[in-house]
């Protein structure tokens, strides 16, 4: 089975600054997905990235941006240039590929980030 | 496109009753799934569906009953609720070849 570890609970960033969140999970599958959710206060689960374990480059969405080292099984979460509105849950989850036996989303435990004025 | 809705946004309940939490989507999505929330747990997967008439149990389905008689509806029953299911619930869709999923703005359930 696969597993998704956050190990930090809780971080925080000036704003305007630089954040890195930490992913490590466990799998067997050569092939799958990974992404990264924010839940702000409002509950909502908003996808920020996700990458093809198949792509060696790195996804990036504006301040998002990910360190995808496979061998390693790590998948951690740069933001750039932190805004107040960055303030949140973030969840790293893994995805098995369609065909394969697939089954949902395995959730990290999240990390709470606070971008601090 | 209303997306995915969930049906009621709050509920309390006692000890012992039942209800079922809606979760309806009309984005034609074949994969449908239920998470609950708890504090310092992450999303954990209940139960899903990867199109209709067929459902799979995940990781924490105990306590939980769901069926899929359409595309569109995927509801999710609680036969005797128990305080251990106080929780946030939240549905989620995915179109296949998408991998991605889309969420709906969760339940918050008490049960006292």
């Known amino acids: 089975a696969q597993t998704v570890t956050q190990s930090q609970p809780e971080m925080s960033v000036q704003e305007a600054e630089t954040v890195t969140l930490s992913c490590t999970y466990d799998?067997?599958?050569?092939?799958?997905?990974l992404f990264w959710y924010k839940q702000p206060p409002s509950r909502q689960m908003i996808l920020v990235i996700r990458?093809?374990?198949?792509?060696?480059q790195n996804a990036t969405e504006n301040r998002f941006s990910v360190n995808f080292q496979k061998a390693a099984k790590s998948f951690s979460l740069k933001i750039s240039d932190s805004q107040l509105g960055d303030t949140a849950m973030y969840f790293c989850?893994?995805?098995?590929?369609?065909?394969?036996?697939?089954?949902?989303?395995?959730f990290g435990k999240g990390t709470r980030l606070s971008v601090i004025a | 496109n209303a997306g995915v809705t969930q049906t009621p946004k709050f509920q309390v309940l006692k000890t012992g009753q039942s209800m079922t939490l809606q979760c309806a989507q009309d984005?034609?999505?074949?994969?449908m799934s239920w998470y609950r929330q708890d504090p310092g747990m992450g999303l954990r997967l209940i139960h899903y569906?990867?199109?209709?008439?067929?459902?799979d149990q995940g990781e924490v389905p105990n306590g939980y009953n769901v069926s899929r008689s359409t595309t569109e509806d995927f509801p999710l029953r609680l036969l005797s609720a128990a305080p251990s299911q106080t929780s946030v619930y939240f549905c989620?869709?995915?179109?296949?070849?998408?991998?991605?999923?889309?969420f709906g703005p969760g339940t918050r359930l008490t049960v006292l």
């Open positions: 989850a893994f995805m098995k590929p369609q065909g394969t036996g697939n089954t949902p989303l395995v």
């Open positions: 799998t067997s599958e050569n092939n799958y997905y």
């Open positions: 990458q093809e374990a198949y792509k060696q």
């Open positions: 984005m034609n999505h074949e994969y």
């Open positions: 569906s990867v199109g209709a008439g067929i459902t």
């Open positions: 989620a869709t995915q179109r296949g070849s998408y991998n991605e999923q889309f």
